[in-house]
């Protein structure tokens, strides 16, 4: 790493930038980074940011992508179209601006303004400014520096910092070169990640003592147990003895409803403080503040504090059931929604793992013993038997235990997963009794320790009708999808767009799509070009739900594209009659 900048400049992480870009190997990334962060003089509020940038954080509300585009027409004064062309064939906004950009040879003294204090005050401070006022400032900073270091500043600003080193592999550098657990790191990185970054919230991150670990744990996220996928083939009874000889004896396992909301942690402090963090580790407390009556009023908990795994679920009180994700989705991202809203699109707090209660970390405990002792601290709360609940359209109580599927063998278990969708749920999830709750998705034991037995997904032929080029790797290939099914409502039948897709194709057969793309052009709005139906392709999805917003009047959950259809006319696709005989 060159000395010729100063430590924690822009400059400086410009190099580390680069050096992880062109690196190899993840071992040689993580020693690239602790040669950064180890700098004898490299301040604490420079390598908060740094770690903060690499751990896939985004600086928010900074700029929008058309003031970049604008910053590029103005600095170099090429056309609109011919900006927009380069972008295509780049695929990559920041490196756009940085090959288009007129950089100077040698670098300026902007190049190095601490990254703490370019952040703070520069940065930052784009959120006030005038759109003209940032295309200004833009093109000042991008005279002052090098190519690179523009191609740094951009991906600060834009925050695509993507590297080849993921956030497991800063929390494993990190380590490995304190010499304590990785589960320690990964807990303190999540805390280091829920607030602003800084020299305390640094420092508590690389501690090298472990000692606090207990009391860490207590506050703040933790990570999430993810699940494996558990891929099983042909009807219920053929998957049943699949399981058989995977995993075992059933009665070693435990099995619960794979349901479709939201994966959260609820987390209450010693002095009864709830915050509620979602699986992507956003504090969503006031969007949901139905769960912060649980801890208020006589029915206080005995010991705190608490902390719950568990899933957010948009919830029918009467049915004593959940809604479609679709009724979630109108309370996502409202920050303090009404008690209208509240009543009329009530949610639950479904638990499924006790994590933490009364300073004591459960996630060492089988899962035998911390399903009993959640079973018993909901009792405690009042939660009582399902059946048990006033039927009302709103739960009186916001937090129930997820209910143990039980069944005497694998076979009984495998019929009532084929039976997952009458919930509705995605399938079922199966836990070891005997398993710790881990971190991630580990695999302690030959059978793993928790698996994800999802229902076969939902399939439909669709024509292809609209295309947009990818960005990165795939730059410069139409490689995003729309979808149109025939309407049979009209006579004759038309097409009508209801589904996007982008994944599920190979290399090469992406490579053949788009040949057939670029020759059946016919329109363009923007990037998206419309093209004359010619393909057929299998979309596989979640669910199905009623939309106004979508033409076809219904939406899809999840879609990707299952397979090729060269065998079908676009005559043969599907009708929208079909996909709207799904909604039942």
């Not at 979602?278 to 969503?284: D, P, Y």
């Not at 089988?366 to 959640?374: E, T, V």
């Not at 709103?394 to 937090?399: E, G, H, N």
Request: proline fraction near 6%; include cysteine; aromatic fraction near 8%.
């Amino acid at each position: 790493m060159s000395k010729s900048w100063p430590p924690g400049s822009l400059a400086h992480f410009a190099q580390l930038f680069l050096r992880l870009d062109q690196s190899q190997g993840v071992r040689e990334r993580q020693q690239a980074l602790l040669g950064f962060l180890n700098h004898d003089r490299l301040a604490d509020k420079d390598a908060a940011w740094a770690l903060w940038l690499l751990a896939g954080e985004r600086l928010k509300r900074t700029v929008a992508p058309s003031l970049f585009r604008k910053a590029m027409e103005e600095a170099t004064g090429l056309q609109p179209w011919l900006v927009e062309e380069c972008y295509q064939s780049v695929g990559d906004l920041a490196e756009t601006s940085a090959l288009l950009a007129a950089c100077p040879q040698t670098e300026s003294d902007f190049a190095a303004k601490g990254l703490a204090d370019l952040i703070e005050y520069d940065l930052l401070a784009l959120r006030g400014l005038q759109a003209q006022e940032v295309c200004n400032w833009m093109m000042a900073a991008w005279g002052q520096l090098t190519a690179p270091q523009v191609f740094c500043l951009n991906k600060i600003l834009t925050g695509g910092l993507r590297l080849g080193l993921s956030r497991q592999g800063l929390v494993q550098a990190l380590a490995d070169h304190l010499k304590i657990a990785k589960a320690l790191v990964a807990q303190r990185m999540l805390i280091f990640l829920s607030q602003p970054p800084g020299p305390e919230a640094y420092q508590a991150l690389v501690s090298p003592d472990d000692s606090c670990g207990a009391q860490a744990f207590m506050n703040g996220p933790v990570p999430f147990f993810l699940a494996q996928s558990l891929s099983m083939q042909g009807e219920p009874l053929e998957q049943a003895a699949q399981c058989e000889q995977r995993l075992g004896p059933i009665e070693s396992w435990a099995a619960e409803w794979k349901w479709d909301g939201i994966r959260a942690q609820l987390v209450v402090d010693a002095a009864g403080q709830l915050q509620v963090w979602s699986r992507g580790e956003e504090l969503v407390t006031e969007q949901f503040p139905e769960f912060a009556q649980l801890f208020a009023g006589p029915q206080a908990l005995p010991a705190l504090p608490l902390r719950l795994d568990g899933e957010i679920l948009a919830w029918d009180g009467l049915k004593q059931r959940p809604f479609a994700f679709a009724n979630l989705q109108r309370r996502l991202g409202r920050r303090k929604p009404s008690k209208a809203m509240q009543n009329a699109h009530p949610v639950v707090f479904m638990a499924y793992d006790l994590l933490g209660l009364a300073g004591r970390d459960w996630r060492v405990e089988p899962f035998s013993a911390r399903r009993a002792a959640l079973v018993a601290l909901l009792e405690s709360l009042g939660e009582g038997d399902r059946e048990t609940q006033p039927k009302s359209p709103a739960a009186s109580r916001p937090m129930r235990a997820s209910p143990i599927v039980a069944a005497e063998n694998w076979a009984g278990l495998a019929l009532l997963q084929a039976q997952a969708r009458g919930q509705p749920a995605e399938g079922l999830m199966l836990k070891r009794w005997d398993a710790a709750y881990g971190q991630g998705r580990t695999k302690e034991s030959a059978q793993g320790e928790l698996w994800k037995w999802k229902l076969a997904p939902l399939t439909i032929d669709a024509v292809l009708v609209y295309a947009q080029r990818g960005h990165g790797r795939r730059a410069g290939l139409y490689t995003d999808y729309g979808f149109a099914l025939w309407d049979d409502r009209q006579d004759p039948a038309v097409l009508v767009p209801f589904a996007k897709a982008y994944s599920g194709l190979t290399d090469a057969e992406i490579k053949k799509v788009d040949q057939v793309i670029r020759k059946t052009i016919e329109d363009k709005f923007g990037p998206v070009r419309q093209v004359r139906p010619s393909l057929v392709m299998e979309l596989g999805f979640e669910a199905v739900m009623a939309s106004s917003r979508h033409k076809s009047g219904i939406a899809v959950r999840f879609p990707r594209i299952l397979r090729l259809r060269p065998d079908k006319t676009i005559e043969q696709a599907d009708r929208l009659s079909s996909l709207r005989a799904m909604l039942s």
